[in-house]
């Protein structure tokens, strides 16, 4: 009885990291860059950058390509420069 429960939990660990690793190369990814400078820029903005992971000028940074993210690119898409892998 303790070896089945015992394989049957190995069984659905592998199966959740197989799955977890066929989601992760499934995922879309956006490249974002950041070509224009915050400076003058409302704060919801900057942190708007922030919150996408733009720190710096030319600073690019991999997002994952969702309705959230889609958003805030939409918000401050005059400050930046956007290709979809």
Same mark, same amino acid.
């Given at each position: 009885?303790?070896?089945?429960?015992?394989?049957?939990?190995?069984? $659905?660990? !592998? /199966?959740?990291?197989? @799955? /977890?690793?066929?989601? &992760?190369? $499934?995922?879309?990814?956006? +490249?974002?860059?950041?070509? +224009? *400078?915050?400076?003058? *820029? !409302? &704060?919801?903005?900057?942190?708007?950058?922030?919150?996408?992971?733009? #720190? &710096?000028?030319?600073?690019?940074?991999?997002?994952? @390509?969702?309705?959230?993210? /889609?958003?805030?690119?939409? /918000?401050? #898409?005059?400050?930046? #420069?956007?290709?979809? &892998?």
């Amino acid at each position: 009885m303790q070896e089945q429960l015992l394989i049957k939990e190995e069984l $659905l660990l !592998t /199966k959740y990291l197989m @799955d /977890k690793d066929l989601n &992760k190369n $499934l995922m879309v990814k956006i +490249k974002v860059t950041q070509i +224009k *400078s915050g400076i003058g *820029s !409302t &704060k919801r903005q900057k942190r708007t950058l922030e919150a996408l992971g733009i #720190r &710096k000028m030319h600073n690019t940074v991999e997002v994952v @390509d969702n309705p959230q993210v /889609k958003g805030m690119i939409a /918000k401050v #898409r005059h400050l930046l #420069r956007v290709e979809e &892998k």
